[in-house]
């Protein structure tokens, strides 16, 4: 099992532009979350889903869109970047909610100037 | 909604000591109660987690970690450390925020530092 994968790695953009982040996991898990983390601050929730079809806001969803089509893929989009965007962001996912343990993914690290 | 303290930003112990790192947690019930660790580059990885019953939790990588309502802490312990455990360290609390998001809080994380 490759677990949660995410790419790219890295991405510079340009304020205003748009990307996508993605997200997958070949666990058969129901739940999955997008977090960023910011230096010193801890994770912070943006999105979670509960299943294909199901998403819903977490704590700082301001500026991004998520969308859950399959139970494997959870893309995360950033709509007009600005440099507040810059973070690293981690995919996780849990077989159910948050009494289970959560996967997480090696994390995207973007930087928006 | 329920929030998550880690009050030491930074510990630094010596290789083979014995290590403890602190963890408050505000929540009205009784908490889910995780700790992760990550290491530089990398993403989080679950040392253990307290749901229910025996206080005292044992995790992987010989870490075990107290639960205790009275003082609503949930410290994580090691009684010898190796360079290995260098890394950052995040307690997380999760919970259902009354109508809010189905996820984890977590601390703003400690970073271990070991001398050799």
């Known amino acids: 099992n490759a677990g949660v994968t995410q790419t790219p790695k890295f991405r510079i953009l340009k304020i205003g532009q748009s990307m996508t982040l993605q997200c997958a996991q070949d666990?058969?898990?129901?739940?999955m979350y997008w977090y960023r983390q910011d230096p010193g601050m801890g994770l912070k929730l943006i999105y979670y889903s509960v299943g294909a079809g199901i998403t819903d806001k977490g704590e700082v969803p301001n500026g991004y869109n998520v969308s859950r089509s399959t139970t494997e893929d959870f893309p995360l989009r950033l709509e007009l970047a600005a440099p507040s965007q810059t973070s690293v962001y981690f995919c996780?996912?849990?077989?159910?909610?948050?009494?289970?343990?959560?996967?997480f993914g090696p994390g995207t690290r973007l930087t928006v100037t | 909604a329920q929030s998550v303290t880690q009050p030491d930003i930074h510990i630094t112990v010596s290789e083979g000591a014995s290590l403890e790192l602190r963890c408050n947690y505000s929540y009205g019930a009784t908490p889910y109660l995780f700790w992760y660790v990550q290491s530089p580059g990398q993403g989080l990885q679950l040392l253990l987690k307290?749901?229910?019953?025996?206080?005292l939790v044992q995790g992987i990588k010989g870490f075990e970690a107290e639960f205790k309502r009275s003082q609503s802490s949930f410290n994580l312990r090691k009684p010898s450390v190796h360079w290995s455990d260098a890394a950052e360290y995040f307690c997380?609390?999760?919970?259902?925020?009354?109508?809010?998001?189905?996820?984890?809080?977590f601390g703003k994380g400690t970073h271990l530092i070991i001398q050799p």
């Open positions: 996780a996912s849990s077989f159910q909610d948050f009494s289970y343990e959560q996967y």
């Open positions: 997380a609390v999760g919970a259902r925020s009354g109508g809010g998001a189905d996820g984890l809080t």
């Open positions: 307290y749901f229910s019953g025996d206080t």
């Open positions: 666990m058969n898990h129901n739940y």
